[in-house]
């Protein structure tokens, strides 16, 4: 059983938005804050936004403003709204644990966001 399944990507023009699900499971989902990472090509894997189960939540300034992070406890589900893309957002879309855990690393969604 894989632990996390991203879903959502595509590709959109700049300015429009799109929504990333995480379908996780529940042992995961119950005990840990989640993350959306993200990982552009010839770039390092970056943690995008968090959210802790008590619902707080935090954002890397490249995306503060713009990316809204929210779970839904009775779905085991982590969405990722992203709002006035921008060409610079183009990566692959993770979700994990935060801390993240290797184990917990899937195949990830593309987002492309085309100029």
């Known amino acids: 059983q894989v632990p996390l399944v991203e879903s959502g990507g595509g590709l959109v023009q700049a300015g429009g938005s799109l929504r990333l699900s995480c379908a996780a499971s529940?042992?995961?989902?119950?005990?840990?804050?989640m993350g959306w990472y993200r990982q552009a090509p010839g770039k390092q894997r970056e943690l995008v936004a968090v959210?802790?189960?008590?619902?707080?939540?935090n954002y890397a300034d490249s995306v503060k403003g713009r990316f809204t992070i929210s779970r839904d406890n009775a779905k085991n589900t982590v969405y990722l709204q992203m709002n006035s893309l921008k060409p610079e957002d183009t990566a692959v879309y993770y979700c994990?644990?935060?801390?993240?855990?290797?184990?917990?690393w899937g195949q990830g969604t593309q987002v492309t966001v085309s100029s």
């Open positions: 959210i802790k189960k008590g619902g707080t939540t």
């Open positions: 529940g042992s995961i989902f119950s005990i840990n804050a």
């Open positions: 994990n644990t935060d801390p993240h855990l290797r184990e917990y």
